[in-house]
Antibody
Framework: EVQLVESGGGLVQPGGSLRLSCVVS????????MTWVRQAPGKGLEWVAN????????YHVDSVKGRFTISRDNAKKSLYLQMNSLRAEDTAVYYC???????????WGQGALVTVSS | DIVMTQTPLFLSVTPGQPASISCKSS???????????LHWYLQKPGQSPQVLIY???SRFSGVPDRFSGSGSGTDFTLKISRVEAEDVGIYYC?????????FGQGTKVEIK
C-alpha cells in the first residue's frame, strides 16, 4: 500500500524556520518526481515545488523562491521542504504528493499544518 | 504563470442529475511532446485531494465512469453524468504543461 506521511508542521514566528518531512512507503521512491502543494485556510490549492528522481532538478513557485528549498533522501525514502524567512501568508496545510507525469499527482499525504504567527 | 479559470465556482445538483465544470487556461496546454497535461482533482470534505482525471480525459484507477473529461488547447470540461451524494467536495483543474504548475480556483459541488 502506498503511503505518504508528512511531519514537522507547527507554530512558528514570522521570520522563523521549519523543515517539513514526508516519509513514503509502498513504492520505489527513487523512481518518482515528488511535489509539495499547500492550501491556506479556507483557500484553494497552490503548487509549491517539485524535485526529480535524483534531486538534480528542482522547481519552486516564485512566492517561495529564495526562502524554501525542496530536497530528498532516497536512502531514507524521504522528501523535505526547508522553509526559512516564514511569513504569515505561508500559513497553510502542506501536502506531499507523488508526481507520475507533469503534475499528475496520484498519491497524497494527509498534510501538515504550518502556522506562522507571533 | 498560466492562469486557470474555473466556472462555475459553486454548483448545487440534484442526485441523479448531470453536472459540468469548465476550466479555461490563459495559454494552450499542448506540450511540445504532443500531450496535454490538464488534470482534475477532487477534495472531499476533510480529506486530501485525489486525482480523478489526468491528461484531459483519462480516468484514474478506481474512478467511476460517470466522471469524464474533455477538451483541448485552452478549454476543458469535467462532466459528471449522474451526481451521487459521495461526489460532494471541491473540484480543481490543474495544468502541468507550463512551469510553474497552477490550479484553478476550485468549484464547490453540493447536493440539493
Amino acid at each position: 500500500e502506498v503511503q505518504l506521511v508528512e511531519s514537522g508542521g507547527g507554530l512558528v514566528q514570522p521570520g522563523g524556520s521549519l523543515r517539513l518531512s514526508c516519509v513514503v512507503s509502498g513504492f520505489t521512491f527513487s523512481t518518482y518526481w515528488m511535489t509539495w502543494v499547500r492550501q491556506a485556510p479556507g483557500k484553494g490549492l497552490e503548487w509549491v515545488a517539485n524535485i526529480n528522481q535524483d534531486g538534480s532538478d528542482k522547481y519552486h513557485v516564485d512566492s517561495v523562491k529564495g526562502r524554501f528549498t525542496i530536497s530528498r533522501d532516497n536512502a531514507k525514502k524521504s522528501l523535505y521542504l526547508q522553509m526559512n524567512s516564514l511569513r504569515a501568508e505561508d500559513t497553510a496545510v502542506y501536502y506531499c504528493a507523488r508526481d507520475i507525469s507533469y503534475g499528475d499527482l496520484d498519491y497524497w499525504g494527509q498534510g501538515a499544518l504550518v502556522t506562522v504567527s507571533s | 504563470d498560466i492562469v486557470m479559470t474555473q466556472t462555475p465556482l459553486f454548483l448545487s445538483v440534484t442526485p441523479g442529475q448531470p453536472a459540468s465544470i469548465s476550466c479555461k487556461s490563459s495559454q494552450s496546454l499542448l506540450h511540445s511532446n504532443g500531450k496535454t497535461y490538464l488534470h482534475w482533482y477532487l477534495q472531499k470534505p476533510g480529506q486530501s485531494p485525489q486525482v480523478l482525471i489526468y491528461e484531459v480525459s483519462s480516468r484514474f484507477s478506481g474512478v467511476p465512469d460517470r466522471f469524464s473529461g474533455s477538451g483541448s488547447g485552452t478549454d476543458f470540461t469535467l462532466k459528471i453524468s449522474r451526481v451521487e451524494a459521495e461526489d460532494v467536495g471541491i473540484y480543481y483543474c490543474m495544468q502541468g504543461t507550463h512551469p510553474p504548475k497552477t490550479f484553478g480556483q476550485g468549484t464547490k459541488v453540493e447536493i440539493k
